[in-house]
C-alpha cells in the first residue's frame, strides 16, 4: 500500500507564498506521476498541477506562471511552490500518486489526507 503525508498549507494574505510538500512510503514499485488537486467549499475536486517520471508538467489555467511543481524521484516526494495566492485559491489540497505499489498490482490513485490552504487578508 502506498502512504502519502502532506504538509505546508496554512493561511496567507492575498499576494504571498505557500509551500506544500507530499511524502510517498511504503510499498511503492512505480510512480507515473506525482501531483496536486484542490476541492473548495461546493466545488468538485480539480487538478491543480502533475509532474510525470519524465519530468513534464502539467497546470491548471488559474494557477500556470505563479503555481511550480518538481519532485525529488530519489525520495519520492513532491512539492508546489504556490506564489501570489489569490483568495480564489482557498481549498483543501490534496496529494496524488498514479502508480503501482506491487508488480503485479493494477495501476490506482493513492490520495493524501489533504491540507488546508486559506488565502484572506
Known amino acids: 500500500q502506498v502512504q502519502l503525508v502532506e504538509s505546508g498549507g496554512g493561511l496567507v494574505q492575498p499576494g504571498g507564498s505557500l509551500r506544500l510538500s507530499c511524502a510517498a512510503s511504503?510499498?511503492?514499485?512505480?510512480?507515473?506521476?506525482m501531483g496536486w488537486y484542490r476541492q473548495a467549499p461546493g466545488k468538485e475536486r480539480e487538478l491543480v498541477a502533475t509532474?510525470?517520471?519524465?519530468?513534464?508538467?502539467n497546470y491548471a489555467d488559474s494557477v500556470k506562471g505563479r503555481f511550480t511543481i518538481s519532485r525529488d524521484k530519489a525520495k519520492n516526494t513532491v512539492t508546489l511552490q504556490m506564489n501570489s495566492l489569490k483568495p480564489e485559491d482557498t481549498a483543501v489540497y490534496y496529494c496524488?500518486?498514479?502508480?503501482?505499489?506491487?508488480?503485479?498490482?493494477?495501476?490506482?490513485?493513492?490520495w493524501g489526507q489533504g491540507t488546508q490552504v486559506t488565502v484572506s487578508s
Open positions: 509532474i510525470t517520471d519524465g519530468g513534464s508538467t
Open positions: 511504503g510499498s511503492i514499485f512505480a510512480i507515473y506521476s
Open positions: 496524488n500518486v498514479d502508480g503501482r505499489a506491487r508488480l503485479f498490482n493494477p495501476r490506482s490513485d493513492y
